[in-house]
Protein backbone atom coordinates (compact mmCIF):
# COMPACT_ATOMS: atom_id res chain seq x y z
CA UNK A 1 0.00 0.00 0.00
CA UNK A 2 3.22 2.65 0.65
CA UNK A 3 4.24 2.13 -3.22
CA UNK A 4 0.76 2.60 -4.14
CA UNK A 5 -0.09 5.85 -2.32
CA UNK A 6 1.58 8.14 -4.40
CA UNK A 7 0.99 7.28 -7.48
CA UNK A 8 -2.52 7.97 -6.37
CA UNK A 9 -1.97 11.21 -4.97
CA UNK A 10 -0.24 11.80 -8.01
CA UNK A 11 -3.06 11.24 -10.11
CA UNK A 12 -5.48 12.83 -8.14
CA UNK A 13 -3.54 15.82 -8.44
CA UNK A 14 -3.12 15.20 -12.11
CA UNK A 15 -7.05 14.97 -12.62
CA UNK A 16 -7.23 18.76 -10.76
CA UNK A 17 -4.48 19.94 -13.21
CA UNK A 18 -6.00 18.79 -16.60
CA UNK A 19 -10.08 19.51 -15.29
CA UNK A 20 -9.43 22.30 -13.24
CA UNK A 21 -12.93 23.72 -12.55
CA UNK A 22 -14.70 20.42 -13.51
CA UNK A 23 -12.42 18.64 -10.69
CA UNK A 24 -15.29 17.35 -8.14
CA UNK A 25 -14.99 13.86 -7.03
CA UNK A 26 -17.76 12.90 -9.23
CA UNK A 27 -16.22 14.78 -12.10
CA UNK A 28 -13.38 12.42 -11.74
CA UNK A 29 -15.23 9.41 -11.54
CA UNK A 30 -16.58 10.37 -14.61
CA UNK A 31 -13.63 10.65 -16.86
CA UNK A 32 -13.29 6.58 -17.45
CA UNK A 33 -10.84 6.53 -20.12
CA UNK A 34 -8.44 8.16 -17.67
CA UNK A 35 -9.73 6.31 -14.74
CA UNK A 36 -8.86 2.80 -16.89
CA UNK A 37 -5.24 4.42 -16.79
CA UNK A 38 -4.93 5.18 -13.36
CA UNK A 39 -6.42 1.08 -12.54
CA UNK A 40 -3.41 -0.20 -14.82
CA UNK A 41 -1.11 2.06 -12.82
CA UNK A 42 -2.52 0.63 -9.65
CA UNK A 43 -2.03 -3.39 -11.07
CA UNK A 44 1.72 -2.59 -12.29
CA UNK A 45 2.51 -1.17 -8.92
CA UNK A 46 1.29 -4.53 -7.09
CA UNK A 47 2.52 -7.23 -10.30
CA UNK A 48 3.48 -7.88 -13.31
CA UNK A 49 0.83 -7.83 -15.62
CA UNK A 50 -0.20 -10.38 -17.99
CA UNK A 51 -2.67 -8.92 -20.37
CA UNK A 52 -2.80 -12.65 -22.76
CA UNK A 53 -2.86 -14.52 -19.86
CA UNK A 54 -5.69 -12.58 -17.98
CA UNK A 55 -8.12 -12.50 -21.65
CA UNK A 56 -7.88 -16.52 -21.06
CA UNK A 57 -8.86 -17.28 -17.43
CA UNK A 58 -10.89 -13.61 -15.87
CA UNK A 59 -13.72 -14.85 -15.13
CA UNK A 60 -13.65 -18.50 -15.74
CA UNK A 61 -14.23 -20.96 -13.02
CA UNK A 62 -11.72 -21.59 -10.53
CA UNK A 63 -12.20 -25.17 -8.39
CA UNK A 64 -9.79 -23.66 -6.07
CA UNK A 65 -11.87 -21.32 -4.72
CA UNK A 66 -15.46 -21.03 -2.32
CA UNK A 67 -18.47 -20.67 -3.95
CA UNK A 68 -20.99 -17.92 -3.52
CA UNK A 69 -24.84 -17.24 -4.54
CA UNK A 70 -25.93 -14.09 -6.19
CA UNK A 71 -28.08 -13.52 -2.77
CA UNK A 72 -24.37 -13.80 -0.94
CA UNK A 73 -22.82 -11.23 -3.13
CA UNK A 74 -25.92 -8.47 -3.50
CA UNK A 75 -25.42 -8.63 0.44
CA UNK A 76 -21.64 -6.78 0.18
CA UNK A 77 -22.41 -3.54 -1.48
CA UNK A 78 -21.25 -0.94 1.06
CA UNK A 79 -17.83 -0.08 2.04
CA UNK A 80 -18.75 -1.38 5.99
CA UNK A 81 -19.94 -5.01 4.39
CA UNK A 82 -17.51 -4.92 1.75
CA UNK A 83 -17.74 -4.45 -1.74
CA UNK A 84 -18.14 -7.59 -3.83
CA UNK A 85 -19.14 -7.41 -7.99
CA UNK A 86 -19.47 -10.48 -11.02
CA UNK A 87 -17.92 -11.02 -13.58
CA UNK A 88 -19.08 -14.07 -15.77
CA UNK A 89 -18.22 -16.84 -12.98
CA UNK A 90 -15.68 -14.89 -10.67
CA UNK A 91 -16.78 -13.19 -7.55
CA UNK A 92 -14.64 -10.07 -6.71
CA UNK A 93 -14.10 -8.33 -3.69
CA UNK A 94 -12.91 -4.43 -4.86
CA UNK A 95 -13.06 -2.81 -1.29
CA UNK A 96 -9.51 -2.43 -1.19
CA UNK A 97 -9.22 -1.18 -4.87
CA UNK A 98 -11.79 1.21 -4.58
CA UNK A 99 -10.56 2.98 -1.72
CA UNK A 100 -7.89 3.90 -3.83
CA UNK A 101 -9.09 4.23 -7.73
CA UNK A 102 -10.62 7.84 -8.49
CA UNK A 103 -13.32 6.74 -10.24
CA UNK A 104 -14.49 5.07 -6.91
CA UNK A 105 -18.02 6.40 -7.34
CA UNK A 106 -18.77 4.95 -10.48
CA UNK A 107 -17.25 1.32 -8.94
CA UNK A 108 -19.41 2.14 -6.02
CA UNK A 109 -22.72 1.58 -8.35
CA UNK A 110 -21.78 -1.99 -9.33
CA UNK A 111 -21.54 -3.34 -5.86
CA UNK A 112 -23.18 -6.47 -5.59
CA UNK A 113 -23.67 -6.94 -8.91
CA UNK A 114 -22.54 -7.95 -12.05
CA UNK A 115 -19.68 -5.30 -13.50
CA UNK A 116 -20.27 -6.52 -17.20
CA UNK A 117 -23.12 -3.57 -17.48
CA UNK A 118 -20.45 -0.90 -16.68
CA UNK A 119 -18.32 -2.00 -18.93
CA UNK A 120 -20.60 -2.07 -21.42
CA UNK A 121 -21.07 1.68 -20.76
CA UNK A 122 -17.79 2.49 -20.35
CA UNK A 123 -15.78 0.38 -22.99
CA UNK A 124 -12.52 1.97 -21.76
CA UNK A 125 -12.67 -0.63 -19.28
CA UNK A 126 -13.25 -3.88 -20.90
CA UNK A 127 -9.26 -4.39 -22.13
CA UNK A 128 -6.89 -7.40 -21.23
CA UNK A 129 -5.27 -4.95 -18.54
CA UNK A 130 -7.98 -4.35 -17.01
CA UNK A 131 -9.22 -7.60 -16.61
CA UNK A 132 -5.99 -8.68 -14.74
CA UNK A 133 -6.33 -5.91 -12.46
CA UNK A 134 -9.54 -7.48 -11.65
CA UNK A 135 -8.63 -11.24 -11.66
CA UNK A 136 -6.54 -10.19 -8.62
CA UNK A 137 -9.22 -9.29 -6.43
CA UNK A 138 -10.80 -12.90 -6.84
CA UNK A 139 -12.66 -14.90 -3.79
CA UNK A 140 -14.61 -16.99 -5.65
CA UNK A 141 -17.19 -18.67 -7.96
CA UNK A 142 -20.66 -17.59 -8.76
CA UNK A 143 -22.91 -20.61 -8.38
CA UNK A 144 -27.28 -20.93 -9.14
CA UNK A 145 -28.88 -21.33 -6.04
CA UNK A 146 -31.52 -23.62 -6.65
CA UNK A 147 -34.10 -21.55 -5.80
CA UNK A 148 -32.99 -19.24 -8.50
CA UNK A 149 -33.70 -22.51 -10.95
CA UNK A 150 -36.79 -22.93 -9.97
CA UNK A 151 -39.53 -20.90 -11.09
CA UNK A 152 -42.78 -21.06 -10.54
CA UNK A 153 -44.52 -22.63 -13.07
CA UNK A 154 -47.68 -20.83 -12.74
CA UNK A 155 -46.01 -17.31 -11.85
CA UNK A 156 -47.04 -15.19 -14.65
CA UNK A 157 -43.59 -13.66 -14.36
CA UNK A 158 -41.64 -16.61 -14.59
CA UNK A 159 -40.60 -15.41 -18.36
CA UNK A 160 -39.52 -12.18 -17.29
CA UNK A 161 -36.41 -11.08 -19.96
CA UNK A 162 -32.81 -10.54 -18.04
CA UNK A 163 -32.67 -7.54 -17.10
CA UNK A 164 -29.30 -4.99 -16.47
CA UNK A 165 -28.31 -5.44 -12.85
CA UNK A 166 -26.98 -2.51 -11.98
CA UNK A 167 -30.68 -0.90 -12.55
CA UNK A 168 -32.07 0.71 -9.34
CA UNK A 169 -34.88 -2.00 -8.80
CA UNK A 170 -37.94 -0.48 -7.36
CA UNK A 171 -40.59 -3.70 -7.88
CA UNK A 172 -39.75 -7.24 -8.67
CA UNK A 173 -42.92 -7.88 -9.93
CA UNK A 174 -44.11 -6.50 -12.23
CA UNK A 175 -40.68 -5.33 -12.77
CA UNK A 176 -39.90 -1.16 -12.29
CA UNK A 177 -36.68 0.11 -12.08
CA UNK A 178 -34.77 3.31 -12.72
CA UNK A 179 -31.19 4.30 -14.78
CA UNK A 180 -28.58 5.35 -12.03
CA UNK A 181 -29.14 9.25 -11.80
CA UNK A 182 -25.26 9.96 -12.32
CA UNK A 183 -24.69 7.86 -15.45
CA UNK A 184 -28.12 9.34 -16.94
CA UNK A 185 -26.46 12.48 -18.55
CA UNK A 186 -23.22 11.07 -20.07
CA UNK A 187 -25.27 10.38 -23.27
CA UNK A 188 -27.68 11.97 -24.90
CA UNK A 189 -29.35 8.93 -26.01
CA UNK A 190 -29.66 6.83 -23.12
CA UNK A 191 -28.45 3.40 -24.25
CA UNK A 192 -31.04 0.48 -24.59
CA UNK A 193 -30.06 -1.65 -21.37
CA UNK A 194 -29.82 1.56 -19.06
CA UNK A 195 -33.03 2.55 -19.92
CA UNK A 196 -35.97 2.86 -17.20
CA UNK A 197 -38.26 -0.01 -16.90
CA UNK A 198 -42.25 0.64 -15.82
CA UNK A 199 -44.27 -2.44 -16.12
CA UNK A 200 -47.88 -2.43 -14.81
CA UNK A 201 -48.21 -5.99 -15.63
CA UNK A 202 -46.15 -9.33 -16.55
CA UNK A 203 -44.35 -8.63 -19.65
CA UNK A 204 -46.10 -10.87 -22.78
CA UNK A 205 -44.19 -14.01 -22.73
CA UNK A 206 -44.57 -15.84 -26.15
CA UNK A 207 -44.83 -12.77 -28.23
CA UNK A 208 -42.79 -12.33 -31.15
CA UNK A 209 -42.37 -10.87 -34.47
CA UNK A 210 -44.21 -13.95 -36.43
CA UNK A 211 -47.20 -13.75 -33.88
CA UNK A 212 -47.54 -10.01 -33.80
CA UNK A 213 -50.49 -8.15 -34.98
CA UNK A 214 -52.38 -4.82 -34.68
CA UNK A 215 -56.47 -4.87 -35.00
CA UNK A 216 -57.43 -1.14 -36.05
CA UNK A 217 -61.28 -0.52 -35.94
CA UNK A 218 -63.81 2.12 -34.37
CA UNK A 219 -64.88 5.45 -35.11
CA UNK A 220 -64.40 6.56 -38.60
CA UNK A 221 -62.74 3.00 -40.00
CA UNK A 222 -64.83 1.73 -43.01
CA UNK A 223 -63.61 -2.27 -41.92
CA UNK A 224 -62.16 -3.68 -39.08
CA UNK A 225 -58.09 -4.52 -40.14
CA UNK A 226 -55.28 -6.18 -38.99
CA UNK A 227 -51.32 -5.16 -39.53
CA UNK A 228 -48.25 -7.60 -38.57
CA UNK A 229 -45.18 -7.11 -38.35
CA UNK A 230 -44.31 -6.98 -42.11
CA UNK A 231 -46.87 -4.75 -42.99
CA UNK A 232 -45.74 -2.25 -40.87
CA UNK A 233 -42.36 -2.39 -42.85
CA UNK A 234 -44.10 -1.00 -45.83
CA UNK A 235 -44.74 2.02 -44.67
CA UNK A 236 -42.64 5.11 -44.50
CA UNK A 237 -39.93 4.55 -41.87
CA UNK A 238 -39.70 7.63 -39.83
CA UNK A 239 -37.71 8.14 -36.77
CA UNK A 240 -38.40 10.72 -33.77
CA UNK A 241 -35.83 11.46 -30.88
CA UNK A 242 -37.88 11.96 -27.53
CA UNK A 243 -37.22 12.04 -23.74
CA UNK A 244 -39.68 9.50 -22.36
CA UNK A 245 -40.33 9.84 -18.53
CA UNK A 246 -42.63 7.94 -15.61
CA UNK A 247 -45.37 10.45 -14.30
CA UNK A 248 -44.52 9.31 -11.19
CA UNK A 249 -40.60 10.46 -11.61
CA UNK A 250 -39.01 12.09 -8.30
CA UNK A 251 -41.90 10.75 -6.27
CA UNK A 252 -39.65 9.99 -3.47
CA UNK A 253 -39.51 14.10 -2.55
CA UNK A 254 -43.15 14.14 -2.66
CA UNK A 255 -43.07 10.89 -0.70
CA UNK A 256 -41.17 13.13 2.27
CA UNK A 257 -43.86 15.23 2.07
CA UNK A 258 -46.60 13.29 2.87
CA UNK A 259 -47.47 9.58 2.73
CA UNK A 260 -48.57 9.02 -0.99
CA UNK A 261 -48.98 5.63 -3.02
CA UNK A 262 -46.28 4.37 -5.73
CA UNK A 263 -42.85 3.25 -5.73
CA UNK A 264 -40.42 5.95 -4.77
CA UNK A 265 -38.91 6.89 -8.07
CA UNK A 266 -35.95 9.58 -7.30
CA UNK A 267 -34.79 11.14 -10.58
CA UNK A 268 -34.30 8.34 -12.99
CA UNK A 269 -37.50 7.53 -14.27
CA UNK A 270 -36.74 8.93 -17.45
CA UNK A 271 -34.92 8.24 -21.07
CA UNK A 272 -34.08 9.46 -23.74
CA UNK A 273 -34.44 7.21 -27.37
CA UNK A 274 -34.53 7.67 -31.26
CA UNK A 275 -37.34 5.58 -32.26
CA UNK A 276 -38.28 4.82 -35.50
CA UNK A 277 -41.61 2.99 -37.18
CA UNK A 278 -44.60 3.48 -39.27
CA UNK A 279 -46.28 7.23 -38.16
CA UNK A 280 -50.04 6.67 -36.77
CA UNK A 281 -51.30 9.20 -39.53
CA UNK A 282 -49.99 7.16 -42.24
CA UNK A 283 -51.36 3.33 -40.76
CA UNK A 284 -54.77 5.24 -39.90
CA UNK A 285 -54.82 6.63 -43.71
CA UNK A 286 -54.17 3.06 -44.89
CA UNK A 287 -57.28 1.84 -42.88
CA UNK A 288 -59.73 4.39 -44.55
CA UNK A 289 -59.95 6.12 -41.73
CA UNK A 290 -62.35 9.46 -41.50
CA UNK A 291 -59.45 12.15 -40.91
CA UNK A 292 -62.77 14.88 -40.33
CA UNK A 293 -65.14 12.35 -38.50
CA UNK A 294 -67.28 14.66 -35.81
CA UNK A 295 -67.23 11.53 -33.55
CA UNK A 296 -63.31 10.89 -32.79
CA UNK A 297 -62.44 12.86 -30.07
CA UNK A 298 -59.83 10.23 -28.26
CA UNK A 299 -57.39 7.59 -29.77
CA UNK A 300 -57.57 4.07 -27.33
CA UNK A 301 -54.99 1.94 -27.20
CA UNK A 302 -54.43 -1.36 -25.74
CA UNK A 303 -51.35 -3.76 -25.15
CA UNK A 304 -51.01 -7.51 -25.12
CA UNK A 305 -49.75 -7.27 -21.20
CA UNK A 306 -52.64 -8.47 -18.76
CA UNK A 307 -53.34 -9.65 -15.64
CA UNK A 308 -53.71 -14.02 -16.12
CA UNK A 309 -56.10 -13.44 -12.93
CA UNK A 310 -58.28 -11.03 -13.59
CA UNK A 311 -57.85 -10.80 -17.93
CA UNK A 312 -57.47 -7.12 -17.10
CA UNK A 313 -55.19 -5.70 -19.88
CA UNK A 314 -53.02 -2.49 -20.13
CA UNK A 315 -54.35 0.22 -21.85
CA UNK A 316 -54.80 4.17 -22.32
CA UNK A 317 -55.82 6.45 -24.83
CA UNK A 318 -54.59 10.31 -26.29
CA UNK A 319 -56.55 12.99 -27.60
CA UNK A 320 -57.50 12.91 -31.19
CA UNK A 321 -55.66 17.12 -31.19
CA UNK A 322 -52.58 14.94 -30.16
CA UNK A 323 -52.81 11.66 -32.77
CA UNK A 324 -53.73 14.02 -36.02
CA UNK A 325 -51.88 17.50 -35.60
CA UNK A 326 -50.14 17.88 -38.59
CA UNK A 327 -47.10 17.87 -36.94
CA UNK A 328 -47.34 15.33 -35.26
CA UNK A 329 -44.84 12.40 -34.14
CA UNK A 330 -46.69 9.19 -32.93
CA UNK A 331 -45.63 6.46 -34.07
CA UNK A 332 -45.47 2.11 -34.23
CA UNK A 333 -41.59 2.03 -32.72
CA UNK A 334 -40.27 -1.33 -33.96
CA UNK A 335 -36.57 0.36 -33.24
CA UNK A 336 -35.14 1.82 -30.60
CA UNK A 337 -31.89 3.63 -31.30
CA UNK A 338 -31.62 1.82 -34.49
CA UNK A 339 -32.30 -1.89 -32.74
CA UNK A 340 -34.51 -3.80 -32.57
CA UNK A 341 -36.71 -2.90 -29.50
CA UNK A 342 -35.69 -4.95 -26.06
CA UNK A 343 -38.74 -7.20 -24.82
CA UNK A 344 -38.90 -4.81 -21.83
CA UNK A 345 -39.78 -1.50 -23.84
CA UNK A 346 -42.25 -3.23 -26.17
CA UNK A 347 -41.11 -5.56 -28.31
CA UNK A 348 -41.65 -6.27 -31.23
CA UNK A 349 -44.15 -2.80 -31.26
CA UNK A 350 -45.25 -0.30 -29.21
CA UNK A 351 -46.94 3.08 -29.51
CA UNK A 352 -44.21 6.12 -29.05
CA UNK A 353 -46.64 9.47 -28.59
CA UNK A 354 -43.80 12.71 -28.35
CA UNK A 355 -44.38 15.07 -25.40
CA UNK A 356 -46.81 13.11 -22.96
CA UNK A 357 -46.51 10.92 -20.11
CA UNK A 358 -44.83 7.51 -20.46
CA UNK A 359 -47.98 5.81 -19.48
CA UNK A 360 -49.46 6.83 -22.48
CA UNK A 361 -46.42 5.20 -24.57
CA UNK A 362 -48.64 1.75 -24.87
CA UNK A 363 -46.05 -1.16 -25.01
CA UNK A 364 -46.30 -4.24 -27.06
CA UNK A 365 -49.62 -3.06 -28.95
CA UNK A 366 -52.66 -4.78 -29.58
CA UNK A 367 -55.10 -2.38 -30.60
CA UNK A 368 -55.99 1.19 -32.32
CA UNK A 369 -59.45 2.13 -31.69
CA UNK A 370 -60.67 5.76 -32.89
CA UNK A 371 -63.55 6.88 -30.28
CA UNK A 372 -65.76 9.55 -28.47
CA UNK A 373 -64.67 8.69 -24.96
CA UNK A 374 -61.24 8.12 -23.13
CA UNK A 375 -60.04 4.50 -22.97
CA UNK A 376 -62.32 2.22 -20.04
CA UNK A 377 -58.80 1.43 -19.08
CA UNK A 378 -58.16 1.22 -15.10
CA UNK A 379 -55.16 3.17 -16.10
CA UNK A 380 -56.80 6.18 -17.61
CA UNK A 381 -60.13 5.95 -15.68
CA UNK A 382 -58.57 5.33 -12.15
CA UNK A 383 -55.20 6.10 -12.19
CA UNK A 384 -52.58 8.95 -13.51
CA UNK A 385 -54.63 11.68 -12.37
CA UNK A 386 -53.89 14.14 -9.76
CA UNK A 387 -55.38 16.14 -7.05
CA UNK A 388 -55.25 18.86 -4.55
CA UNK A 389 -52.78 18.95 -2.04
CA UNK A 390 -55.86 18.75 0.51
CA UNK A 391 -57.52 15.84 -1.14
CA UNK A 392 -57.18 12.40 0.68
CA UNK A 393 -57.70 8.88 -0.23
CA UNK A 394 -61.34 9.12 1.49
CA UNK A 395 -63.56 11.02 -1.35
CA UNK A 396 -61.29 10.85 -4.04
CA UNK A 397 -63.09 10.98 -7.08
CA UNK A 398 -61.42 10.04 -10.05
CA UNK A 399 -63.85 10.28 -12.64
CA UNK A 400 -64.32 13.94 -11.66
CA UNK A 401 -60.15 14.55 -12.25
CA UNK A 402 -58.28 15.34 -15.51
CA UNK A 403 -56.21 12.44 -17.15
CA UNK A 404 -52.08 13.37 -17.62
CA UNK A 405 -51.40 13.88 -21.25
CA UNK A 406 -48.67 16.84 -21.82
CA UNK A 407 -45.92 16.79 -18.74
CA UNK A 408 -44.95 20.13 -16.74
CA UNK A 409 -41.48 21.63 -17.69
CA UNK A 410 -38.81 20.09 -14.69
CA UNK A 411 -35.29 19.47 -14.13
CA UNK A 412 -32.80 17.10 -11.72
CA UNK A 413 -29.49 17.60 -10.81
CA UNK A 414 -27.60 14.24 -11.52
CA UNK A 415 -24.29 14.49 -10.79
CA UNK A 416 -23.52 15.07 -7.96
CA UNK A 417 -25.22 12.94 -6.13
CA UNK A 418 -27.34 14.00 -2.45
CA UNK A 419 -24.53 14.25 0.45
CA UNK A 420 -21.48 14.32 -1.85
CA UNK A 421 -18.66 15.56 -1.04
CA UNK A 422 -16.80 18.89 -2.81
CA UNK A 423 -13.38 20.67 -1.19
CA UNK A 424 -13.49 24.32 0.02
CA UNK A 425 -11.95 26.62 -2.62
CA UNK A 426 -12.91 24.07 -5.53
CA UNK A 427 -15.81 24.92 -7.89
CA UNK A 428 -18.42 22.20 -7.79
CA UNK A 429 -19.97 21.22 -11.30
CA UNK A 430 -23.34 20.20 -11.48
CA UNK A 431 -24.97 18.18 -14.16
CA UNK A 432 -28.60 17.20 -15.18
CA UNK A 433 -31.45 17.68 -17.52
CA UNK A 434 -34.28 19.49 -18.30
CA UNK A 435 -37.26 18.44 -20.17
CA UNK A 436 -41.06 19.95 -20.87
CA UNK A 437 -43.63 18.28 -22.34
CA UNK A 438 -46.37 19.34 -25.11
CA UNK A 439 -43.12 20.09 -27.75
CA UNK A 440 -42.24 22.70 -25.78
CA UNK A 441 -38.62 23.36 -25.66
CA UNK A 442 -36.36 24.91 -22.53
CA UNK A 443 -35.14 28.34 -22.92
CA UNK A 444 -33.32 28.57 -19.69
CA UNK A 445 -31.71 26.40 -16.79
CA UNK A 446 -30.85 28.24 -13.46
CA UNK A 447 -28.76 26.87 -10.74
CA UNK A 448 -28.26 27.91 -6.79
CA UNK A 449 -25.59 27.81 -4.38
CA UNK A 450 -27.60 28.73 -1.37
CA UNK A 451 -31.13 27.11 -1.83
CA UNK A 452 -32.24 29.64 -4.18
CA UNK A 453 -30.99 33.01 -2.48
CA UNK A 454 -28.61 33.58 -5.74
CA UNK A 455 -29.26 32.08 -9.16
CA UNK A 456 -26.34 31.24 -11.88
CA UNK A 457 -27.62 30.13 -15.42
CA UNK A 458 -26.23 26.97 -16.79
CA UNK A 459 -24.87 25.80 -19.98
CA UNK A 460 -27.17 23.89 -21.97
CA UNK A 461 -25.59 21.28 -23.99
CA UNK A 462 -26.34 21.06 -27.89
CA UNK A 463 -29.40 18.65 -28.75
CA UNK A 464 -29.67 16.23 -31.20
CA UNK A 465 -31.94 16.50 -34.13
CA UNK A 466 -33.88 12.68 -35.36
CA UNK A 467 -31.30 12.02 -37.52
CA UNK A 468 -28.86 12.17 -34.60
CA UNK A 469 -26.86 15.57 -35.68
CA UNK A 470 -25.72 18.02 -33.18
CA UNK A 471 -28.00 20.81 -33.77
CA UNK A 472 -28.22 24.14 -32.20
CA UNK A 473 -31.94 24.26 -31.75
CA UNK A 474 -34.95 22.20 -31.70
CA UNK A 475 -37.57 22.35 -34.04
CA UNK A 476 -40.08 24.56 -33.25
CA UNK A 477 -42.68 23.02 -30.98
CA UNK A 478 -41.39 20.22 -31.66
CA UNK A 479 -38.59 20.01 -28.62
CA UNK A 480 -39.68 16.59 -27.69
CA UNK A 481 -36.30 15.52 -25.77
CA UNK A 482 -34.51 16.98 -23.21
CA UNK A 483 -31.77 19.55 -22.98
CA UNK A 484 -28.44 18.06 -20.87
CA UNK A 485 -26.76 21.15 -18.65
CA UNK A 486 -23.69 21.77 -16.20
CA UNK A 487 -22.54 24.76 -14.45
CA UNK A 488 -19.76 25.44 -12.38
CA UNK A 489 -20.13 27.34 -9.36
CA UNK A 490 -17.23 27.98 -6.60
CA UNK A 491 -17.80 26.51 -3.10
CA UNK A 492 -17.04 29.70 -1.53
CA UNK A 493 -19.33 28.97 2.02
CA UNK A 494 -17.58 28.66 5.19
CA UNK A 495 -20.08 26.02 6.12
CA UNK A 496 -20.01 22.22 6.31
CA UNK A 497 -22.94 21.82 3.77
CA UNK A 498 -24.18 23.83 0.88
CA UNK A 499 -28.27 23.20 -0.47
CA UNK A 500 -27.61 23.02 -4.46
CA UNK A 501 -31.01 23.66 -6.29
CA UNK A 502 -32.09 23.87 -10.24
CA UNK A 503 -34.96 25.08 -11.71
CA UNK A 504 -35.85 25.52 -15.57
CA UNK A 505 -38.25 27.46 -17.71
CA UNK A 506 -39.81 26.25 -21.15
CA UNK A 507 -40.58 28.42 -24.50
CA UNK A 508 -44.10 29.03 -22.78
CA UNK A 509 -42.29 30.88 -20.23
CA UNK A 510 -43.69 28.18 -17.48
CA UNK A 511 -40.92 27.84 -14.91
CA UNK A 512 -41.06 25.41 -11.42
CA UNK A 513 -42.54 26.12 -8.48
CA UNK A 514 -40.29 26.18 -5.59
CA UNK A 515 -41.64 23.76 -3.07
CA UNK A 516 -43.50 20.46 -3.26
CA UNK A 517 -46.20 21.36 -1.05
CA UNK A 518 -48.28 23.72 -3.46
CA UNK A 519 -48.27 20.45 -5.99
CA UNK A 520 -48.39 17.57 -3.64
CA UNK A 521 -50.88 14.89 -4.28
CA UNK A 522 -52.07 11.45 -3.41
CA UNK A 523 -50.73 9.24 -6.25
CA UNK A 524 -47.29 11.32 -6.28
CA UNK A 525 -47.56 12.15 -9.85
CA UNK A 526 -45.83 15.12 -11.90
CA UNK A 527 -43.47 16.58 -9.34
CA UNK A 528 -41.45 19.63 -11.30
CA UNK A 529 -40.58 21.42 -8.22
CA UNK A 530 -37.05 22.93 -7.67
CA UNK A 531 -34.76 19.73 -7.53
CA UNK A 532 -32.04 20.87 -4.78
CA UNK A 533 -30.03 18.54 -2.86
CA UNK A 534 -27.16 18.81 -0.02
CA UNK A 535 -23.74 18.77 -0.64
CA UNK A 536 -21.05 18.29 2.15
CA UNK A 537 -18.10 20.72 2.28
CA UNK A 538 -14.27 19.83 3.29
CA UNK A 539 -10.99 21.40 3.61
CA UNK A 540 -8.04 19.79 1.49
Known amino acids: KKTILPSVMFSRLLFRSVLGSRAT ?60 VVYKDGVYDISEFVAVHPGGNRILLAAGKSIEPFWALYAAHNSDEVREVLEKHRIGNLVVDANDKEADINDPYAKEP ?6 FVLADKPF ?64 VTTTMSCAGNRRR ?75 SEVILAYEM ?89 DDLTLRGYAVSGGGKSIIRVDVSPDGGKQWTEAEMLPPMDNQGNIVEEQALNRAWAWRRWECNIPVETEAEKMQVCVKATDSANNTQPEGVGPIWNLRGLLNNSWHCLNVNVKDY
Open 25 to 84: PAAVGAVSVVSSVSLVVYAKQKTKLDPAAAAVRAGMWDSSLPSFTKAQVAEHNSPDKGLW
Open 162 to 167: TRNPAL
Open 176 to 239: NAETPPELLVDSYLTPNDWFFVRNHLPVPADLNEKNWAVDIDGEGIPKKIRLDLKDLHHFPKHT
Open 253 to 327: EMQMVGEVKGLSWTGGGIGTASWSGAKLSDVLESAGFNFKSPHVEHFQFEGYDEDPTTQTIYGASIPADIALHPK
Open 337 to 425: NGEKIPTDHGHPVRLVVPGVAGARNVKWLKSITPAKKESPSHWQQHDYKTFSPGQSWKGADFTRAVSIQETPVTSFICDPVHDAHVYRG
